[in-house]
């Protein structure tokens, strides 16, 4: 009876709020004495009630409840037994957009799976003690027992990821919910499938099935379903079975298809030395980087310092069609007044006495934003000058620049007044050196991997062009994407007349055997390691492996979106928090207790990594009990000392081992991995070192990208300096890669940020960072502001941080008006300031670190 006086309660208020909105019209009002007297009506039969048991009778055998009830199971049965309503609840539910069938399932089904998680784990005690090496932690019991449709388990760095991975196929194994032959484990490379494998076998030797588990590759496993779907294995073509044969192939492609076709020679070697660098986003400032003679800018290929990125494109196509030019000389004649200076046209042809001025303006003929605001009356200025004093004037705007009209405006412009135009391209440069055939190819290459990666079509292609276009460098889009083409049809041409396929078919053509069911999918459990780097091919493949038994296969993945750093292979990391998205009734849980960093090294890596919003938030505990300080860093003058410094601590570690003050973590001796960002960042010294510290200490180098998965117990992070070929690196990605790929991150230096945090969290005990002096990185700068970090100075002063940019330091730099300070990324970052005499005392903000404990 109360929900009846509700309900009748609920209907008076929306008919009052409908009536004063004038949606109801009140009816007109009948007299009292008129109206004829209600004659009481028998109840009717509410048969409600009846028909929701039925309803319940039709489904409830279906759901066992002696296992965990998998998310999705209340909206498959509602879709299958739609739930009776009352017919005065209808309007209501409909109106406050409730459906109270699927809530009330929802409800239920979560109640039973907490109480089963916790019936799990008292009466699997012992499984979940021993199935590894140390007990299972509460995490990743959670995460053995949950069976939902499909699972995002977010692990942190040394979290015991794939310890979980294994202890779940053996908790499926043991309570029977499948097969050994049903159960798929995928991982990223060889070296994750061996070690899976080693684990299995190691800790699951008792489990029936065991040895029938498949563990393999994501291409492995996409050969697999090639094979057996159509009867016959593929082979990979031979230039992809070494690292680099590539592009070395893409390489071979250019050449050849540039002896054949003229057109093609042409259009490559404009692309590699005009349109090779990106000039940036339309209107965008552009970050000066060159500096000289007081001038700050962009350097050419003929060793002028111009502007801008448009100028140095206009200056690099008449240098390689051998044009005579210069730059802002003075004009002609005198303008110069007491309040402003001589007037300098951007570019002067002295063959034919043609002045070209270049203007910032868009197709609506207004400046960008942060101009100055007399921008447009400058050049009114300009051009009544040049017809006043009779002197010749060319213009072009950035639209054309955009458009290309700008380049073949200029050429006919110049033809047409004589000007004699020949095109070399292997004129050398004097000043700023192209882009290099390999490193073009490189970006065809990784362009292809997403093209196909994403398996886009044509239109496909065409639309996310068109969508670069807006804002982008059209003529620069138009002409790589037609370059593109022909270099991919030639590579598709190769594969198919040697019969041979390359990584990215693996992965598609597999998933497109299981989709149309040719090949038939054994599994009903499949997990997944390293999620966060994977491709959008990859996705495809565990999305058709997913639905291939009726929404019946239960999908685990596991990654850290904090680890994200393969982008230029492919990965796409949005896979991480659209996971949702892409996976319908998705369950996301979290592996937060690492057994590798200590807590002072895990505060301040998830710190560090977290200021990227867009990162997963989570919190990082450890079960380390090392206490001393985690993180360290040491400056130096000259770079070429760091070695030095490494082997004296080499030298401390030995006498501290036979002191018996410092022993392993595991095994016989301390492991020490040097990191690097590049290969050559390894010390020349490595060999010797290891020759003789052998005995005592197990010393290794790796890039960060190749040491994934490692751990040791002192990392020594090399060359954190700042620079182009620095950490992080500055040489950045393509925006013509944006094309086939998702959005990108948005935070600056996102996927070096990660990189840094991978690096810092392969420790066990401790991290040492070698910085400079002059030019630490950014993220060591960072690190210290925040109050993570010391430094000690090795070989010189500490310098003070740029106030302005929070990146470079401040050096003492000699000018005409005496000593200066200045940013040490000067001309990126333009601060500076007057040195006076008290003030060339060295201020030590950057705190020194007085006691560089290594035990």
């Given at each position: 009876?109360?929900?009846?006086?509700?309900?009748?309660?609920?209907?008076?208020?929306?008919?009052?709020?409908?009536?004063?909105?004038?949606?109801?019209?009140?009816?007109?009002?009948?007299?009292?004495?008129?109206?004829?007297?209600?004659?009481?009506?028998?109840?009717?039969?509410?048969?409600?009630?009846?028909?929701?048991?039925?309803?319940?009778?039709?489904?409830?055998?279906?759901?066992?409840?002696?296992?965990?009830?998998?998310?999705?199971?209340?909206?498959?049965?509602?879709?299958?037994?739609?739930?009776?309503?009352?017919?005065?609840?209808?309007?209501?539910?409909?109106?406050?957009?409730?459906?109270?069938?699927?809530?009330?399932?929802?409800?239920?089904?979560?109640?039973?799976?907490?109480?089963?998680?916790?019936?799990?784990?008292?009466?699997?005690?012992?499984?979940?003690?021993?199935?590894?090496?140390?007990?299972?932690?509460?995490?990743?019991?959670?995460?053995?027992?949950?069976?939902?449709?499909?699972?995002?388990?977010?692990?942190?760095?040394?979290?015991?990821?794939?310890?979980?991975?294994?202890?779940?196929?053996?908790?499926?194994?043991?309570?029977?919910?499948?097969?050994?032959?049903?159960i798929l484990l995928l991982a990223f490379n060889t070296n994750a499938v061996q070690e899976l494998k080693d684990r299995v076998k190691a800790r699951l030797v008792n489990f029936e099935g065991a040895d029938e588990i498949r563990v393999d590759t994501f291409h492995g496993f996409g050969l697999h379903v090639i094979a057996t779907g159509s009867g016959e294995k593929p082979?990979?073509?031979?230039?992809?079975?070494?690292?680099?044969?590539?592009?070395?192939?893409?390489?071979?492609?250019?050449?050849?298809?540039?002896?054949?076709?003229?057109?093609?020679?042409?259009?490559?070697?404009?692309?590699?030395?005009?349109?090779?660098?990106?000039?940036?986003?339309?209107?965008?400032?552009?970050?000066?980087?060159?500096?000289?003679?007081?001038?700050?800018?962009?350097?050419?290929?003929?060793?002028?310092?111009?502007?801008?990125?448009?100028?140095?494109?206009?200056?690099?196509?008449?240098?390689?069609?051998?044009?005579?030019?210069?730059?802002?000389?003075?004009?002609?004649?005198?303008?110069?007044?007491?309040?402003?200076?001589?007037?300098?046209?951007?570019?002067?042809?002295?063959?034919?006495?043609?002045?070209?001025?270049?203007?910032?303006?868009?197709?609506?003929?207004?400046?960008?934003?942060?101009?100055?605001?007399?921008?447009?009356?400058?050049?009114?200025?300009?051009?009544?000058?040049?017809?006043?004093?009779?002197?010749?004037?060319?213009?072009?705007?950035?639209?054309?620049?955009?458009?290309?009209?700008?380049?073949?405006?200029?050429?006919?412009?110049?033809?047409?007044?004589?000007?004699?135009?020949?095109?070399?391209?292997?004129?050398?440069?004097?000043?700023?050196?192209?882009?290099?055939?390999?490193?073009?190819?490189?970006?065809?290459?990784?362009?292809?991997?997403?093209?196909?990666?994403?398996?886009?079509?044509?239109?496909?292609?065409?639309?996310?062009?068109?969508?670069?276009?807006?804002?982008?460098?059209?003529?620069?889009?138009?002409?790589?994407?037609?370059?593109?083409?022909?270099?991919?049809?030639?590579?598709?041409?190769?594969?198919?007349?040697?019969?041979?396929?390359?990584?990215?078919?693996?992965?598609?053509?597999?998933?497109?055997?299981?989709?149309?069911?040719?090949?038939?999918?054994?599994?009903?459990?499949?997990?997944?390691?390293?999620?966060?780097?994977?491709?959008?091919?990859?996705?495809?493949?565990?999305?058709?492996?997913?639905?291939?038994?009726?929404?019946?296969?239960?999908?685990?993945?596991?990654?850290?979106?904090?680890?994200?750093?393969?982008?230029?292979?492919?990965?796409?990391?949005?896979?991480?928090?659209?996971?949702?998205?892409?996976?319908?009734?998705?369950?996301?849980?979290?592996?937060?207790?690492?057994?590798?960093?200590?807590?002072?090294?895990?505060?301040?890596?998830?710190?560090?990594?977290?200021?990227?919003?867009?990162?997963?938030?989570?919190?990082?505990?450890?079960?380390?009990?090392?206490?001393?300080?985690?993180?360290?860093?040491?400056?130096?003058?000259?770079?070429?000392?760091?070695?030095?410094?490494?082997?004296?601590?080499?030298?401390?570690?030995?006498?501290?081992?036979?002191?018996?003050?410092?022993?392993?973590?595991?095994?016989?001796?301390?492991?020490?991995?040097?990191?690097?960002?590049?290969?050559?960042?390894?010390?020349?010294?490595?060999?010797?070192?290891?020759?003789?510290?052998?005995?005592?200490?197990?010393?290794?180098?790796?890039?960060?990208?190749?040491?994934?998965?490692?751990?040791?117990?002192?990392?020594?992070?090399?060359?954190?300096?700042?620079?182009?070929?620095?950490?992080?690196?500055?040489?950045?990605?393509?925006?013509?890669?944006?094309?086939?790929?998702?959005?990108?991150?948005?935070?600056?230096?996102?996927?070096?940020?990660?990189?840094?945090?991978?690096?810092?969290?392969?420790?066990k005990r401790q991290v040492r960072i070698y910085t400079s002096l002059a030019n630490p990185s950014r993220f060591v700068a960072e690190l210290v502001a925040k109050g993570g970090l010391k430094i000690e100075a090795v070989d010189g002063e500490l310098q003070e941080p740029c106030p302005k940019c929070k990146i470079g330091v401040l050096k003492l730099r000699a000018g005409?008006?005496?000593?200066?300070?200045?940013?040490?990324?000067?001309?990126?970052?333009?601060?500076?300031?007057?040195?006076?005499?008290?003030?060339?005392?060295?201020?030590?903000?950057?705190?020194?670190?007085?006691?560089?404990?290594?035990?």
């Amino acid at each position: 009876m109360f929900e009846l006086f509700l309900l009748v309660l609920a209907i008076a208020v929306v008919h009052s709020v409908l009536t004063k909105l004038g949606l109801i019209k009140e009816s007109a009002k009948t007299p009292l004495a008129t109206s004829k007297p209600t004659v009481p009506q028998p109840p009717s039969k509410d048969d409600y009630h009846q028909r929701t048991r039925d309803w319940r009778a039709k489904w409830e055998p279906l759901v066992d409840r002696t296992k965990w009830i998998p998310s999705g199971t209340a909206e498959r049965i509602l879709e299958q037994f739609p739930a009776p309503t009352r017919s005065t609840d209808f309007a209501i539910n409909k109106l406050l957009n409730r459906n109270p069938a699927l809530e009330e399932l929802r409800s239920d089904f979560k109640n039973h799976n907490d109480v089963f998680r916790v019936m799990q784990k008292k009466l699997l005690k012992s499984l979940f003690d021993s199935v590894e090496k140390n007990p299972l932690t509460e995490e990743q019991i959670n995460a053995c027992i949950c069976m939902d449709s499909s699972v995002q388990i977010v692990a942190a760095a040394g979290s015991g990821k794939t310890s979980t991975m294994v202890a779940k196929a053996g908790y499926a194994l043991h309570q029977k919910l499948v097969n050994g032959s049903q159960i798929l484990l995928l991982a990223f490379n060889t070296n994750a499938v061996q070690e899976l494998k080693d684990r299995v076998k190691a800790r699951l030797v008792n489990f029936e099935g065991a040895d029938e588990i498949r563990v393999d590759t994501f291409h492995g496993f996409g050969l697999h379903v090639i094979a057996t779907g159509s009867g016959e294995k593929p082979s990979l073509a031979p230039w992809l079975e070494q690292s680099g044969q590539d592009v070395e192939m893409i390489g071979k492609i250019i050449k050849d298809l540039s002896d054949r076709n003229p057109k093609f020679h042409i259009d490559w070697n404009i692309f590699r030395l005009v349109y090779g660098r990106d000039i940036g986003r339309r209107g965008a400032a552009s970050e000066p980087d060159a500096y000289e003679n007081g001038r700050r800018g962009h350097r050419t290929a003929n060793g002028d310092i111009v502007k801008s990125k448009e100028e140095r494109l206009i200056a690099d196509w008449l240098f390689y069609h051998n044009v005579p030019y210069v730059y802002e000389r003075d004009y002609e004649h005198k303008t110069a007044t007491d309040t402003h200076r001589q007037y300098q046209p951007d570019f002067y042809y002295p063959d034919i006495q043609l002045y070209h001025e270049h203007f910032a303006f868009g197709a609506d003929g207004k400046a960008p934003d942060h101009f100055d605001s007399d921008y447009v009356e400058g050049a009114k200025w300009k051009r009544s000058l040049h017809a006043e004093m009779s002197t010749a004037l060319f213009e072009t705007t950035s639209h054309q620049i955009s458009t290309g009209a700008a380049l073949s405006n200029l050429e006919s412009e110049l033809r047409k007044r004589g000007q004699t135009i020949r095109f070399d391209p292997d004129r050398k440069a004097e000043g700023l050196q192209p882009i290099s055939n390999k490193e073009l190819a490189n970006t065809v290459r990784i362009f292809q991997q997403h093209v196909k990666s994403n398996s886009l079509t044509p239109s496909q292609m065409k639309e996310a062009t068109a969508s670069q276009l807006n804002d982008g460098h059209a003529a620069r889009i138009m002409l790589f994407v037609k370059l593109f083409y022909q270099i991919s049809e030639e590579w598709e041409r190769r594969l198919r007349e040697g019969g041979w396929i390359d990584f990215e078919d693996m992965l598609i053509q597999a998933a497109q055997y299981i989709e149309a069911g040719t090949y038939q999918s054994p599994f009903k459990m499949v997990l997944a390691d390293e999620f966060q780097d994977s491709s959008r091919a990859r996705i495809r493949l565990l999305k058709a492996l997913h639905r291939a038994k009726n929404d019946q296969v239960h999908l685990c993945v596991v990654g850290d979106d904090w680890q994200g750093i393969n982008r230029f292979a492919g990965a796409d990391i949005s896979v991480m928090t659209e996971f949702e998205k892409i996976f319908p009734y998705a369950s996301r849980l979290t592996l937060g207790t690492t057994f590798r960093c200590p807590k002072s090294l895990c505060d301040i890596s998830s710190a560090f990594i977290q200021a990227n919003p867009v990162q997963i938030r989570k919190t990082v505990k450890t079960t380390s009990t090392y206490s001393n300080t985690s993180v360290l860093a040491f400056a130096f003058k000259d770079m070429a000392n760091a070695q030095g410094h490494l082997r004296e601590q080499f030298d401390f570690m030995r006498r501290y081992i036979e002191e018996g003050r410092l022993k392993p973590s595991n095994g016989n001796r301390i492991t020490i991995l040097l990191l690097g960002r590049y290969r050559n960042d390894s010390p020349s010294q490595l060999r010797s070192w290891q020759q003789r510290f052998g005995d005592v200490l197990d010393i290794s180098f790796k890039t960060i990208h190749s040491s994934k998965g490692l751990e040791a117990d002192y990392v020594m992070l090399v060359n954190a300096v700042e620079g182009f070929r620095g950490f992080p690196s500055q040489i950045e990605d393509d925006p013509l890669l944006q094309i086939p790929m998702p959005a990108p991150d948005p935070y600056p230096m996102a996927e070096e940020r990660r990189l840094f945090y991978v690096g810092l969290t392969r420790a066990k005990r401790q991290v040492r960072i070698y910085t400079s002096l002059a030019n630490p990185s950014r993220f060591v700068a960072e690190l210290v502001a925040k109050g993570g970090l010391k430094i000690e100075a090795v070989d010189g002063e500490l310098q003070e941080p740029c106030p302005k940019c929070k990146i470079g330091v401040l050096k003492l730099r000699a000018g005409k008006f005496g000593e200066f300070e200045s940013c040490s990324i000067w001309p990126r970052c333009d601060f500076k300031r007057n040195v006076t005499t008290e003030g060339k005392v060295a201020k030590n903000h950057w705190l020194q670190n007085e006691d560089p404990s290594i035990l």
